[in-house]
């Protein structure tokens, strides 16, 4: 019988765990949280200090159970989870629900231990064991006030919106936030007025080279990028220069530096595995978490850009034997945390074992290795010298009124990009000299028109919220699920598009509840989380300040807010009824419905149309259809007897997108 009884979250880190510690030791798993606020009601005493009403699911009776019955024998138990306030507070439920929750109290002795280490090596194992510490009080409630908080707002507006919208809607104080940044997008995209202008390119040729260069000033006035705004100036100007000589006024060169972009955190790591491996943010942490799990890489919820001495240590010891001197800085680079709350005890992403190159490891899928593979490589290029750069900016006379600007790139020396290769291309121009003249070869003239600002990707959508200091590492990609499985947005070939529905709702919260969908409010709630973490804040005073406003607020919309009307009559009656048909919005968006409801109860899809054949049959059409989960796909109208389906809507190109259905997201049958 094992002596000392280990707690941790998951099975998998479990086994990684037990490699390291001897016989003594058992490792068992909680899956997860074992206690959480009840699904059926609030759950939360508003009246006396917000004190939560835990239950412990049924999922995780079994596992409670199990927990206690091996802490009966064990002379010391270690609450091993993860290393932020979640892990804090799992260990907190797992003492609590264990019924040794009282013992583990700071300044009372215990057989319970706290232990807590960053990454799964042998070396921070046992370094944690023979250190422990007692729970972090702060930390557990914090991420209660976390909770607590979350639960006031979706419980209380989701009624509301129920009466005001329609069944089956939410609100999330996170959540709704990033469906405003969505919402607001598309707003911008449609009130945007495209405007017209035009370049002039001159393409030259010295010494048999030939290169190209930009119109830059034109009868004395530098021109910018709306400089010219019709085809008729445009014109103007290429018959102003006809027969022109080109001549070389000045040439300017100069040495620039790349540097190194940090290690990776939570936000950065999402953001370059979509940019780079097309992989969901929802989807990368899963593959991080089972590389932290299996002792890869260190823990992957962090927004700290801090790295261990040890590990700088050892990557700058690979960088040298590997690449050589001219490719290790004199020092070892430091970057400092830049995002709100940031912990800079805790480290940025990186492997364990550097040496462990992405060659060399063995990992789960493919998948795992091409993100090991990207972790690896920022992590060793942020300890490399800069990549070095020769400019060339070459100014060109054309006649007395023109002047053309050509530019050149070329790097000298690829520094940290040995590493982590960047798209890029050399601009490479010939040898030229002051007041040479050069060979003209031709004019071109492009017309072109201003464009809107980009639709939000999950990368540049977790960016956004990052910047407004809005959410916290754990919470990026549980909130991207979470706005599409609501309906509230669409992820159409990588970009964010809101629904009829999440308009509607943003909306009236905007209107009517403007705290809970302001960017500054929901920063500044953040804030004051990270204060109770540090206990400078209580956390009951900070929900009361919140809930007492904003219940009186609620009561009085409840009263006020007129229903909105959200269905459209249709000119045709229900085939079983006899009743008006209506267009009414589900989760998954519109279909039609009997305005009988609910003594009939006919309804029928709304079939969104493509115009192109299908192109494995050739009889069909594609038209736009769901997942189970709500995502869209477009497949053959002659389903099942054609079952060509494709991510991508064929009405656009989207050259960087898979034209199959990835695995995780099964395309249903019918």
């Not at 002047?403 to 940290?416: E, H, P, R, S």
Request: glycine share 6%; hydrophobic share 35%.
């Amino acid at each position: 019988m094992a002596k000392h009884l280990v707690i941790v979250e998951s099975p998998a880190k479990g086994r990684t765990i037990e490699k390291y510690l001897g016989k003594d030791y058992q490792v068992l798993a909680s899956y997860g949280h074992v206690r959480d606020l009840p699904k059926s009601k609030l759950g939360v005493d508003v009246e006396h200090g917000f004190a939560p009403q835990y239950v412990v699911p049924t999922k995780a009776k079994k596992a409670v159970t199990a927990l206690k019955k091996a802490a009966e024998s064990a002379e010391t138990v270690y609450l091993a989870t993860d290393y932020d306030r979640e892990g804090e507070a799992i260990a907190w439920h797992v003492a609590e629900a264990m019924s040794l929750g009282k013992s583990t109290v700071k300044g009372q002795r215990s057989k319970v231990h706290r232990i807590t280490f960053h990454e799964i090596t042998k070396s921070a194992i046992q370094d944690a064991v023979a250190h422990p510490r007692e729970l972090d009080l702060d930390l557990i409630n914090a991420q209660q006030a976390r909770r607590v908080l979350d639960r006031l707002v979706g419980y209380t507006l989701s009624p509301f919106l129920w009466r005001k919208v329609m069944k089956g809607l939410s609100a999330g104080r996170v959540q709704s936030v990033a469906v405003r940044l969505v919402v607001e997008r598309e707003r911008e995209i449609k009130a945007f007025t495209a405007e017209e202008y035009w370049t002039i390119e001159a393409l030259l040729a010295a010494g048999g080279e030939e290169f190209t260069a930009g119109l830059a000033e034109y009868a004395g006035q530098k021109l910018d990028k709306l400089s010219i705004r019709t085809e008729t100036k445009a014109r103007e100007i290429e018959t102003a220069l006809a027969g022109a000589a080109y001549t070389v006024r000045s040439i300017e060169t100069s040495e620039k530096q790349k540097r190194p972009s940090p290690p990776f955190t939570t936000s950065t790591l999402q953001q370059q595995a979509s940019h780079r491996l097309h992989f969901s943010a929802k989807q990368t942490m899963k593959l991080a978490q089972d590389l932290y799990e299996a002792g890869h890489i260190t823990y992957m919820r962090t927004d700290s850009m801090n790295l261990a001495n040890e590990a700088l240590t050892a990557i700058r010891s690979l960088v040298e034997k590997g690449f050589g001197k001219d490719y290790l800085p004199a020092e070892a680079i430091r970057y400092k945390t830049r995002s709100k709350g940031a912990q800079e005890a805790h480290e940025a992403i990186r492997p364990t074992d550097v040496t462990v190159t992405p060659e060399r490891i063995s990992t789960e899928t493919e998948k795992h290795q091409k993100l090991y593979r990207l972790i690896w490589q920022r992590a060793v290029a942020c300890q490399m010298v800069p990549a070095r750069l020769k400019a060339q900016t070459v100014l060109i006379e054309a006649g007395s009124q023109a002047v053309f600007k050509a530019t050149g790139n070329v790097v000298t020396f690829d520094g940290y990009m040995r590493v982590w290769p960047t798209a890029r291309e050399d601009t490479i121009l010939p040898t030229l000299a002051e007041r040479q003249v050069v060979d003209f070869k031709s004019l071109t003239t492009e017309q072109h028109f201003t464009e809107p600002p980009a639709r939000y990707s999950e990368a540049t959508l977790v960016k956004a919220l990052e910047e407004r200091g809005i959410g916290r590492p754990s919470t990026y990609a549980p909130t991207l699920s979470t706005i599409q499985d609501r309906g509230y947005v669409q992820l159409l070939e990588r970009r964010f598009h809101p629904t009829e529905v999440g308009e509607t709702v943003i909306t009236i919260l905007t209107e009517h509840f403007p705290n809970i969908v302001d960017y500054d409010f929901t920063a500044q709630m953040e804030e004051n989380l990270d204060h109770v973490a540090e206990g400078t804040t209580d956390w009951t005073k900070l929900l009361a300040e919140f809930w007492t406003p904003f219940e009186k607020t609620v009561e009085a919309k409840t009263e006020s807010v007129k229903k909105v009307d959200m269905t459209e009559e249709l000119d045709r009656k229900c085939p079983k009824s006899g009743h008006t048909l209506l267009i009414r919005h589900g989760r998954f968006g519109k279909f039609i419905a009997c305005s009988g409801f609910p003594d009939c109860r006919y309804t029928e899809q709304i079939v969104q149309k493509t115009g192109v054949q299908c192109p494995e049959c050739g009889q069909g059409e594609l038209v736009a259809k769901r997942t189970r989960k709500g995502k869209t796909f477009w497949g053959c109208e002659r389903y099942p007897d054609c079952k060509h389906a494709t991510w991508k809507d064929p009405r656009k190109q989207a050259a960087d997108e898979s034209t199959e259905p990835k695995s995780g997201d099964t395309v249903p049958t019918e």
